[in-house]
């Protein structure tokens, strides 16, 4: 029952990390993916899985020549760049859309008082914008398509959040990003409610503490998160994209026709609060 055969779904952010876990479980569920991201090139199991699948797209930033100017195409957070790369998603995947995982998303971990308005505009800009947009083309795209007798659903749209949105992170600043995420739950719970009867569904993801580039690049900087990455959750480890692809292929199958607005939390059990004991 939990399968994705021949599901058709745009995963934006999805080249490296988290985004790649989902991608690749979604392949492996039977569906077929078109990603959208920055990267120019994808992370190489990502490049392999386009290569030997056959099932994946990729669609990476790119400007483009128009009657009057050249536009980058592919940015999710402009909607003249993020319009005509969502269309070319949409066309690769032969016309039609079953899903989108909006994932792409990036962090600021700093105390409260160094952000600079730059520094704030980039993360709400990448984290909200870039939910907002993909997922209102989503919707677009889902109402033009007739509702399955059988499910009763037209799409599934999972926005990835985050336990920043609703857990205290300890060793981390995340006022700004969990800023961010707590807008990404409420907008997608409100969403839920609007689209409901129109058999699209909208749910979240929050992940916790996941094994990753954006959290290694960060203990490079910062030695000292390490310690929280393998303490703070009770499970007192690190998640892996796999932990979050699961949950992800769920909300997007026929299994989850009946569930929508709701959070789910893959977090090593920080949402019952941190394992530290220090
Ligand atoms: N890693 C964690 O511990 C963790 C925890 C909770 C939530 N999250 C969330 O999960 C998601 C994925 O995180 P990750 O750790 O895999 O990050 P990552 O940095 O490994 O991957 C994010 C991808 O998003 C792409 N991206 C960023 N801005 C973009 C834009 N404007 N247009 C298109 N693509 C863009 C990047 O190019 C990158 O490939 C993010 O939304 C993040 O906030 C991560």
Known sequence: MIGLDNKRIIVTGGAPGIGLGIVTAIIEAGG??????????????????ITESGKCHYFKKCWEKT??????????????????AFAKCVNALGGTLDGIVTNAGIGTDKPFLDHSLNDFQRVLTVNQNGTFFPAQLAVR???TQPIDPITRSRGSIVMISSQAASNKCPGHFLTAYGGTKG??????????HELATVGIRSNTISPGYIETDLNLELAKIRPDVNYYFQ????????????????????LLSDAATYVTGIDLRIDGGMSAGSGLTR
């Open 32 to 49: 077929h993916v078109a990603i959208l991201d920055l990267l120019p090139e994808p992370h190489p199991d990502c490049q392999a899985l």
């Open 183 to 192: 807008f990404v739950k409420s907008f997608c719970m409100q969403l839920s």
């Open 141 to 143: 795209q889902f109402m």
């Open 67 to 84: 009657n009057t100017n050249l536009i980058a195409s592919g940015d999710i957070t402009k909607p003249e760049s993020l319009n005509p």
């Open 231 to 250: 303490e703070a959750p009770p499970m007192k480890r690190l998640g892996s994209p796999k932990d979050i692809a699961g949950g992800a292929v769920y």
